[in-house]
Nanobody, 126 residues
């Protein structure tokens, strides 16, 4: 089992920045897929960004490309999502996810992730 805990959400004005964290614990693997998803009210959950913890290439949804950046801290077993130039349409609950299946690039968006965090709310005001 893998436990994921997100943090860092909040209220920010359009054009501002936030950094989300996803702390992983439990049984982890040296190389597994990690992803960020979001779900806005009345909408389906959508993929935002993902990569392989072992070092495979990252992939971003077109809607966030150039504004969001995914990274990790191996020592802290924590993944981050740096969100810059935020827009009101970025408002959503953000979830991190993990799966033992390795991935690279676009493949990270296609995985049926096994483990999910509880979500953190991001609200961007206009």
């Amino acid at each position: 089992q893998v436990q994921l805990v997100e943090s860092g959400g909040g209220l920010v004005q359009a054009g501002g920045s936030l950094r989300l964290s996803c702390a992983a614990s439990g049984r982890t693997y040296s190389s597994y897929a990690m992803g960020w998803f979001r779900q806005a009210p009345g909408k389906v959950r959508e993929f935002v960004a993902g990569f392989s913890w072992g070092g495979g290439g990252s992939y971003y949804a077109d809607s966030v490309k150039g504004r969001f950046s995914i990274s990790k801290d191996n020592a802290k077993n924590t993944m981050y999502l740096q969100m810059n130039s935020l827009k009101p349409e970025d408002t959503a609950v953000y979830y991190c996810a993990a799966d033992p299946t390795d991935c690279s690039g676009y493949g990270c968006a296609l995985i049926d992730y096994d483990y999910w965090g509880q979500g953190t709310q991001v609200t961007v005001s206009s």
